[in-house]
């Protein structure tokens, strides 16, 4: 369901091998939401969500190191791009997940891929494109 596309591809191997990671990671998520005879799925939820958190946090991290690298123009835009969902994913109230576990993830997923696809559309492509 959620799967990494070429259009996503920015052309800089590590970034993109980073990014087809966080895809599979929101897929994951998607599964865990569609099975059905799981009835509690709490500790999978927040197993996910941690990686999901971690993993995002650290490839920010690279990717702005990389633009670093390479003196990019856009660097402050990227920073306060990440800034907000690094705020928004530090929002995340684990203890509510408990309560409302298929509706948490589905929002969760909502935001999480349409930030992502968004921002490495509009913002991540443009990385590879610096001559
Ligand atoms: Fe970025």
Redesign the pocket.
């Known amino acids: 369901m959620y799967e990494f596309k070429e259009d996503f591809l920015t052309g800089i191997d590590q970034i993109d091998a980073e990014h087809r990671r966080l895809f599979e990671i929101a897929d994951e998520l998607y599964n865990l939401k569609c099975e059905e005879f799981m009835p509690d799925k709490y500790d999978n939820i927040r197993h996910i969500l941690e990686e999901l958190r971690d993993y995002t946090l650290t490839h ?1 991290e690279h ?1 702005e190191a990389y633009m670093e690298s390479i003196d990019y123009e856009r660097l402050p835009e ?1 920073r306060r ?2 800034e907000a969902l690094e705020e928004t994913i530090n929002d995340w109230d684990m203890d509510a997940i408990d309560e409302n576990q298929d509706e948490t993830i589905e929002e969760i997923l909502r935001l999480v891929t349409n930030w992502l696809v968004n ?1 490495i559309l509009y ?2 492509k443009l990385i590879g494109r610096k001559d």
């Open positions: 920010f990717e990227q791009q990440h921002h913002e991540d």
